[in-house]
Protein backbone atom coordinates (compact mmCIF):
# COMPACT_ATOMS: atom_id res chain seq x y z
CA UNK A 1 0.00 0.00 0.00
CA UNK A 2 1.11 3.82 -0.77
CA UNK A 3 0.74 6.60 1.45
CA UNK A 4 0.45 10.22 0.85
CA UNK A 5 2.23 11.28 3.73
CA UNK A 6 4.74 8.78 4.86
CA UNK A 7 6.18 10.62 7.49
CA UNK A 8 3.36 10.63 9.78
CA UNK A 9 2.91 6.77 10.33
CA UNK A 10 5.61 7.96 13.13
CA UNK A 11 2.35 9.17 15.29
CA UNK A 12 1.19 5.37 15.25
CA UNK A 13 3.13 5.04 18.05
CA UNK A 14 0.39 6.93 20.26
CA UNK A 15 -1.76 3.77 19.23
CA UNK A 16 -0.94 1.59 22.28
CA UNK A 17 -0.31 5.22 23.93
CA UNK A 18 -3.23 5.91 23.94
CA UNK A 19 -5.00 2.44 24.34
CA UNK A 20 -3.31 2.13 27.95
CA UNK A 21 -4.06 5.82 29.17
CA UNK A 22 -7.87 4.95 28.28
CA UNK A 23 -7.35 1.87 30.19
CA UNK A 24 -5.89 3.98 32.99
CA UNK A 25 -8.56 6.63 32.95
CA UNK A 26 -11.57 3.76 32.74
CA UNK A 27 -9.58 2.64 36.27
CA UNK A 28 -9.48 5.72 37.08
CA UNK A 29 -13.05 6.88 36.71
CA UNK A 30 -14.68 3.22 38.13
CA UNK A 31 -12.09 4.15 41.39
CA UNK A 32 -14.09 7.43 41.64
CA UNK A 33 -17.22 6.28 40.95
CA UNK A 34 -16.69 3.85 44.07
CA UNK A 35 -15.71 6.35 46.07
CA UNK A 36 -18.96 8.73 45.90
CA UNK A 37 -21.70 6.09 45.56
CA UNK A 38 -20.46 3.53 47.46
CA UNK A 39 -22.77 0.49 47.56
CA UNK A 40 -24.28 1.21 43.79
CA UNK A 41 -22.70 -0.73 40.93
CA UNK A 42 -22.24 0.41 37.47
CA UNK A 43 -23.26 -1.75 34.20
CA UNK A 44 -20.47 -3.70 33.30
CA UNK A 45 -20.80 -3.93 29.77
CA UNK A 46 -20.97 0.09 29.08
CA UNK A 47 -17.41 0.72 30.06
CA UNK A 48 -16.19 -1.44 27.90
CA UNK A 49 -18.45 -0.86 25.10
CA UNK A 50 -17.57 2.70 25.57
CA UNK A 51 -13.66 1.81 26.15
CA UNK A 52 -14.00 0.14 23.02
CA UNK A 53 -15.47 2.99 20.44
CA UNK A 54 -12.73 5.50 21.90
CA UNK A 55 -9.95 3.88 21.68
CA UNK A 56 -11.05 2.53 17.75
CA UNK A 57 -11.89 5.81 16.99
CA UNK A 58 -8.70 7.36 18.20
CA UNK A 59 -6.95 4.07 15.85
CA UNK A 60 -8.64 5.01 13.07
CA UNK A 61 -8.03 8.72 13.03
CA UNK A 62 -4.18 7.88 13.63
CA UNK A 63 -4.31 5.76 10.79
CA UNK A 64 -5.94 8.09 8.26
CA UNK A 65 -3.03 10.63 8.75
CA UNK A 66 -0.30 9.04 6.14
CA UNK A 67 -3.03 9.37 3.88
CA UNK A 68 -3.93 5.79 2.56
CA UNK A 69 -3.74 5.23 -1.30
CA UNK A 70 -6.63 2.85 -1.69
CA UNK A 71 -8.39 2.33 -5.22
CA UNK A 72 -7.50 3.83 -8.54
CA UNK A 73 -9.27 6.76 -10.65
CA UNK A 74 -8.77 7.27 -14.53
CA UNK A 75 -10.16 10.54 -15.34
CA UNK A 76 -11.22 11.63 -18.78
CA UNK A 77 -10.51 14.67 -20.47
CA UNK A 78 -9.86 15.97 -24.15
CA UNK A 79 -7.08 18.28 -25.59
CA UNK A 80 -8.72 21.06 -27.96
CA UNK A 81 -7.01 23.06 -30.26
CA UNK A 82 -6.53 23.54 -34.24
CA UNK A 83 -4.06 21.96 -36.99
CA UNK A 84 -2.53 24.23 -38.90
CA UNK A 85 -0.07 23.86 -41.88
CA UNK A 86 2.12 26.65 -43.29
CA UNK A 87 2.68 26.33 -47.05
CA UNK A 88 5.52 28.41 -48.17
CA UNK A 89 6.84 29.17 -51.37
CA UNK A 90 10.71 28.75 -51.52
CA UNK A 91 11.08 29.53 -55.39
CA UNK A 92 13.43 31.49 -56.44
CA UNK A 93 11.90 34.80 -56.77
CA UNK A 94 11.55 34.25 -52.91
CA UNK A 95 15.11 35.61 -52.47
CA UNK A 96 13.99 38.99 -53.64
CA UNK A 97 14.99 41.76 -51.39
CA UNK A 98 12.14 44.64 -51.86
CA UNK A 99 11.71 43.42 -48.18
CA UNK A 100 14.52 43.36 -45.68
CA UNK A 101 16.20 41.00 -45.23
CA UNK A 102 14.08 38.93 -47.77
CA UNK A 103 10.70 37.77 -48.75
CA UNK A 104 12.19 34.36 -47.83
CA UNK A 105 13.25 35.37 -44.31
CA UNK A 106 10.85 37.73 -43.61
CA UNK A 107 8.12 35.03 -43.97
CA UNK A 108 9.92 32.57 -41.60
CA UNK A 109 10.39 35.79 -38.95
CA UNK A 110 6.13 35.81 -39.26
CA UNK A 111 5.65 32.05 -39.13
CA UNK A 112 8.01 32.06 -35.73
CA UNK A 113 5.95 34.69 -34.26
CA UNK A 114 2.83 33.16 -35.23
CA UNK A 115 3.79 30.11 -33.97
CA UNK A 116 4.87 31.15 -30.56
CA UNK A 117 1.22 32.27 -30.09
CA UNK A 118 -0.28 29.35 -30.72
CA UNK A 119 1.08 26.81 -27.65
CA UNK A 120 -1.09 23.07 -27.42
CA UNK A 121 -1.67 23.71 -31.42
CA UNK A 122 -0.40 21.08 -33.87
CA UNK A 123 1.47 23.04 -36.37
CA UNK A 124 2.91 21.67 -39.58
CA UNK A 125 5.08 22.77 -42.29
CA UNK A 126 5.30 22.50 -46.18
CA UNK A 127 7.04 23.75 -48.89
CA UNK A 128 6.96 23.92 -52.31
CA UNK A 129 8.43 25.10 -56.22
CA UNK A 130 6.84 23.03 -58.63
CA UNK A 131 6.72 20.35 -56.24
CA UNK A 132 5.71 20.05 -52.69
CA UNK A 133 7.43 18.51 -49.44
CA UNK A 134 6.69 17.64 -45.98
CA UNK A 135 9.27 20.02 -43.70
CA UNK A 136 7.49 19.06 -40.60
CA UNK A 137 4.58 17.11 -40.03
CA UNK A 138 1.70 18.41 -37.74
CA UNK A 139 2.92 18.49 -34.55
CA UNK A 140 2.54 19.79 -30.53
CA UNK A 141 6.16 20.51 -30.32
CA UNK A 142 7.06 23.99 -30.80
CA UNK A 143 10.94 23.28 -30.80
CA UNK A 144 10.65 20.96 -33.07
CA UNK A 145 8.78 22.91 -35.68
CA UNK A 146 10.91 25.91 -34.86
CA UNK A 147 13.83 24.83 -35.82
CA UNK A 148 13.04 22.97 -39.13
CA UNK A 149 11.51 26.27 -39.82
CA UNK A 150 14.97 27.47 -39.67
CA UNK A 151 15.95 25.04 -42.37
CA UNK A 152 14.08 26.03 -44.87
CA UNK A 153 15.99 27.17 -48.13
CA UNK A 154 14.96 28.52 -51.94
CA UNK A 155 18.09 25.62 -52.77
CA UNK A 156 15.68 22.52 -51.49
CA UNK A 157 14.48 22.22 -54.59
CA UNK A 158 16.16 22.29 -58.59
CA UNK A 159 12.55 23.26 -59.66
CA UNK A 160 13.00 27.61 -59.72
CA UNK A 161 9.19 27.76 -60.33
CA UNK A 162 5.93 28.23 -58.64
CA UNK A 163 3.22 25.61 -58.65
CA UNK A 164 0.28 26.43 -55.98
CA UNK A 165 -1.77 23.57 -56.96
CA UNK A 166 1.22 21.15 -55.93
CA UNK A 167 1.39 22.99 -51.76
CA UNK A 168 -2.43 23.07 -51.39
CA UNK A 169 -2.72 18.92 -52.35
CA UNK A 170 0.03 18.33 -50.56
CA UNK A 171 -2.02 19.71 -47.14
CA UNK A 172 -5.35 18.53 -47.80
CA UNK A 173 -3.27 14.96 -48.33
CA UNK A 174 -1.48 15.41 -45.43
CA UNK A 175 -5.06 16.39 -43.25
CA UNK A 176 -6.31 13.21 -44.29
CA UNK A 177 -3.46 10.93 -43.34
CA UNK A 178 -2.04 12.95 -40.25
CA UNK A 179 -5.41 13.03 -37.87
CA UNK A 180 -8.67 11.74 -39.59
CA UNK A 181 -11.57 14.02 -38.22
CA UNK A 182 -14.10 13.45 -40.87
CA UNK A 183 -16.74 14.45 -38.44
CA UNK A 184 -15.37 17.60 -37.03
CA UNK A 185 -12.85 19.40 -39.27
CA UNK A 186 -13.45 22.56 -39.01
CA UNK A 187 -10.52 23.62 -36.59
CA UNK A 188 -8.02 23.14 -39.41
CA UNK A 189 -6.62 25.77 -41.81
CA UNK A 190 -3.91 26.17 -44.26
CA UNK A 191 -1.68 29.79 -44.04
CA UNK A 192 0.13 30.12 -47.92
CA UNK A 193 2.55 32.04 -48.27
CA UNK A 194 3.60 32.96 -51.57
CA UNK A 195 4.62 36.10 -53.97
CA UNK A 196 1.73 34.99 -56.19
CA UNK A 197 3.73 33.94 -59.32
CA UNK A 198 1.78 31.04 -59.88
CA UNK A 199 3.46 28.75 -63.31
CA UNK A 200 1.98 25.44 -62.39
CA UNK A 201 -1.75 23.99 -63.00
CA UNK A 202 -5.52 25.80 -62.65
CA UNK A 203 -6.19 25.19 -58.92
CA UNK A 204 -9.29 25.27 -58.75
CA UNK A 205 -10.50 21.72 -58.08
CA UNK A 206 -8.05 21.81 -54.77
CA UNK A 207 -9.83 24.78 -53.98
CA UNK A 208 -13.15 22.86 -54.10
CA UNK A 209 -11.73 20.23 -51.95
CA UNK A 210 -10.38 22.23 -49.62
CA UNK A 211 -13.57 24.08 -49.16
CA UNK A 212 -15.94 20.79 -48.78
CA UNK A 213 -13.70 19.47 -46.38
CA UNK A 214 -14.23 22.86 -44.46
CA UNK A 215 -10.63 23.72 -44.01
CA UNK A 216 -9.83 27.30 -44.00
CA UNK A 217 -7.39 28.99 -46.24
CA UNK A 218 -5.35 32.03 -45.18
CA UNK A 219 -3.65 33.39 -48.06
CA UNK A 220 -0.40 35.64 -47.39
CA UNK A 221 1.43 37.52 -50.31
CA UNK A 222 5.05 38.21 -50.03
CA UNK A 223 6.87 41.18 -51.25
CA UNK A 224 6.05 45.01 -52.57
CA UNK A 225 4.04 45.82 -55.51
CA UNK A 226 6.58 47.14 -57.85
CA UNK A 227 8.77 43.95 -57.18
CA UNK A 228 12.10 43.48 -56.68
CA UNK A 229 15.54 42.01 -58.40
CA UNK A 230 15.91 38.53 -57.66
CA UNK A 231 19.42 37.60 -57.03
CA UNK A 232 22.01 34.99 -58.24
CA UNK A 233 21.80 33.00 -54.90
CA UNK A 234 19.97 33.99 -51.13
CA UNK A 235 21.81 36.57 -49.36
CA UNK A 236 23.62 37.49 -52.68
CA UNK A 237 23.80 41.52 -53.49
CA UNK A 238 24.55 40.28 -57.54
CA UNK A 239 21.40 40.21 -59.56
CA UNK A 240 20.18 37.00 -61.72
CA UNK A 241 19.98 37.40 -65.03
CA UNK A 242 18.29 35.92 -68.36
CA UNK A 243 20.22 34.53 -71.17
CA UNK A 244 20.07 37.88 -73.22
CA UNK A 245 21.45 39.63 -70.05
CA UNK A 246 18.24 41.26 -68.72
CA UNK A 247 17.65 41.19 -65.23
CA UNK A 248 14.95 38.92 -63.12
CA UNK A 249 12.54 40.80 -61.20
CA UNK A 250 9.62 39.02 -59.72
CA UNK A 251 6.68 41.11 -59.21
CA UNK A 252 3.75 39.88 -56.89
CA UNK A 253 0.75 38.88 -58.38
CA UNK A 254 -1.64 40.09 -55.78
CA UNK A 255 -4.60 40.53 -58.15
CA UNK A 256 -4.47 36.55 -58.11
CA UNK A 257 -4.01 35.81 -54.75
CA UNK A 258 -6.75 38.04 -54.06
CA UNK A 259 -8.88 36.37 -56.25
CA UNK A 260 -7.73 33.16 -54.25
CA UNK A 261 -8.45 34.81 -50.74
CA UNK A 262 -12.21 35.67 -51.85
CA UNK A 263 -12.74 31.95 -52.45
CA UNK A 264 -12.77 31.00 -48.42
CA UNK A 265 -14.48 34.84 -47.93
CA UNK A 266 -11.24 36.36 -46.47
CA UNK A 267 -9.07 39.02 -47.36
CA UNK A 268 -5.59 39.05 -48.66
CA UNK A 269 -2.64 39.59 -46.26
CA UNK A 270 0.39 41.27 -47.29
CA UNK A 271 3.95 40.98 -46.19
CA UNK A 272 4.70 43.99 -48.13
CA UNK A 273 7.03 46.26 -45.59
CA UNK A 274 8.35 46.41 -42.28
CA UNK A 275 5.00 46.21 -40.34
CA UNK A 276 4.21 42.62 -38.76
CA UNK A 277 0.78 40.80 -39.57
CA UNK A 278 1.19 37.80 -36.68
CA UNK A 279 -1.75 39.76 -34.53
CA UNK A 280 -3.78 39.60 -37.74
CA UNK A 281 -3.21 36.15 -38.74
CA UNK A 282 -3.34 35.04 -34.94
CA UNK A 283 -7.24 36.82 -34.98
CA UNK A 284 -8.39 34.87 -38.12
CA UNK A 285 -7.05 31.42 -36.77
CA UNK A 286 -9.28 32.20 -33.23
CA UNK A 287 -12.26 32.94 -34.93
CA UNK A 288 -11.99 28.95 -36.25
CA UNK A 289 -13.20 26.39 -33.39
CA UNK A 290 -11.10 24.19 -32.03
CA UNK A 291 -11.10 20.19 -32.61
CA UNK A 292 -10.72 17.63 -30.15
CA UNK A 293 -6.73 16.92 -30.61
CA UNK A 294 -6.38 14.11 -28.15
CA UNK A 295 -8.16 12.49 -25.60
CA UNK A 296 -6.40 11.54 -22.03
CA UNK A 297 -6.87 8.94 -19.30
CA UNK A 298 -4.79 9.16 -16.66
CA UNK A 299 -4.32 6.53 -13.57
CA UNK A 300 -4.18 7.85 -10.46
CA UNK A 301 -4.18 6.72 -7.28
CA UNK A 302 -6.76 7.98 -4.28
CA UNK A 303 -6.14 9.25 -1.14
CA UNK A 304 -9.15 7.61 0.99
CA UNK A 305 -7.81 8.83 4.49
CA UNK A 306 -11.50 10.08 4.96
CA UNK A 307 -12.70 6.50 4.64
CA UNK A 308 -10.69 6.25 8.29
CA UNK A 309 -11.06 9.34 9.76
CA UNK A 310 -14.83 9.86 9.11
CA UNK A 311 -16.10 6.39 11.07
CA UNK A 312 -13.60 7.37 13.50
CA UNK A 313 -14.65 10.52 14.21
CA UNK A 314 -18.20 8.86 14.19
CA UNK A 315 -17.19 6.09 16.96
CA UNK A 316 -15.56 8.69 19.19
CA UNK A 317 -19.02 10.78 19.35
CA UNK A 318 -20.91 8.06 19.80
CA UNK A 319 -18.81 6.52 22.57
CA UNK A 320 -20.26 9.48 25.09
CA UNK A 321 -23.58 8.35 24.44
CA UNK A 322 -22.82 5.43 26.94
CA UNK A 323 -22.71 6.93 29.99
CA UNK A 324 -22.88 4.67 32.83
CA UNK A 325 -26.20 3.32 33.97
CA UNK A 326 -26.26 2.83 38.09
CA UNK A 327 -27.68 0.06 39.91
CA UNK A 328 -28.86 0.92 43.38
CA UNK A 329 -27.82 -1.96 45.53
CA UNK A 330 -30.17 -3.68 47.54
CA UNK A 331 -28.84 -2.56 51.03
CA UNK A 332 -29.64 1.16 49.91
Not at 31 to 49: E, M, S, V
Not at 51 to 60: E, H, N, P, Q, V
Not at 251 to 260: A, F, M, Q, S, V
Request: net charge positive; aromatic share 10%.
Amino acid sequence: MKWAYPEFMWWWILIPVMGILLLWIQYRAEHIYQQWFKGNTQHKRRPILRYFLRFSGITLALLSLPGPFLGEGHPEGAILGKEVYFLVDVSASMNAQDIQPSRLKRVQQEISQLAKRLPGDRLGLIVYTQQAFVQCPLTDDQETFLTLLKLIDTRQFSGTGTDLRAGLSQALERFANDRPHADKPIGRAIILFTDGENFGENYTSVVNRLKAQQVTTLVVGVGKEEGGTVPESPGSKSPKRRPDESVVRSIPDYEGLKNLATRWNKPLFKIEDGRSITAELQQALDRLPPVTLDSISEKILLNRYTWLLLPGIMLFVTSFFFIPIVKKSKDA
